[in-house]
């Protein structure tokens, strides 16, 4: 998660989490599906959907006779789904697109002129979104996803001394916030083969564009760094 955006998040629905996030062609009326609009059209012209959740990670990493582990929990879906006609559906939620976090820390040299160099970083780009779907033609359905971008995240680096608490150290920060809008269609077609047998053939696509945000850089140098 140290480059980029971090790490992209895929599907935030546990069911489609299970499956791998397998759900380009997924249709179901007591689930939600938030990586294909077009299956918004499968809600039951009855219901209203909810769903929330919470991610939780777990590591452990080993070398030789180190250990190091990490935990983390974060929120992950907060969406809700309901049919505006037979033919039409929309869901509206916000959930993470992208996050970065870790924390590196390596000595070298030897003493008395041992440098600690350490890179951590810390924050999340959150999507808020709003999906409509529709059928326009008998086992046909199109939809469209449009998603507000925004969040920051901030990477640090710096050295220090560790034989002298009176060397000058020095250290970066540099920020990125994130403000931006993006677009996502699909679509579904539905081969029904017999009762309780279908195909379902799925696609998505997604404009390809720059995501706008500003990066600002923060140099420091003394014997103290607050970061």
């Not at 990493?61 to 250990?67: G, H, P, V, W």
Request: net charge negative.
């Amino acid at each position: 998660s140290r480059y980029g955006l971090g790490d992209i998040q895929g599907t935030s629905i546990g069911r489609l989490q299970g499956m791998g996030g397998v759900g380009v062609a997924q249709r179901s009326a007591y689930t939600l599906n938030d990586v294909n609009p077009a299956s918004l059209t499968a809600i039951d012209s009855l219901s209203f959907m909810f769903e929330a959740g919470v991610g939780f990670f777990s590591q452990k990493i080993q070398a030789s006779d180190i250990t190091s582990s990490a935990q983390n929990m974060n929120f992950d879906l907060f969406a809700f789904g309901f049919p505006i006609s037979r033919w039409a559906g929309m869901s509206l939620g916000v959930r993470p697109f992208a996050g970065t976090g870790y924390n590196i820390a390596s000595t070298s040299g030897t003493y008395p002129d041992r440098v600690t160099t350490t890179n951590k970083g810390e924050g999340n780009i959150t999507d808020a979104f709003l999906s409509f779907g529709f059928r326009p033609a008998k086992n046909w359905s199109l939809g469209v996803t449009a998603s507000y971008l925004f969040g920051a995240e901030k990477h640090y680096s710096y050295n220090v001394f560790a034989d002298d608490p009176y060397a000058l150290q020095t250290g970066t920060l540099r920020e990125v916030s994130v403000n931006d809008f993006k677009i996502d269609f699909g679509a579904q077609y539905t081969m029904q083969l017999s009762e309780g047998r279908r195909f379902i053939f799925g696609g998505t696509f997604r404009p390809q564009g720059p995501i706008t945000g500003d990066v600002s850089t923060h140099t420091e140098s003394g014997t103290v760094i607050d970061y």
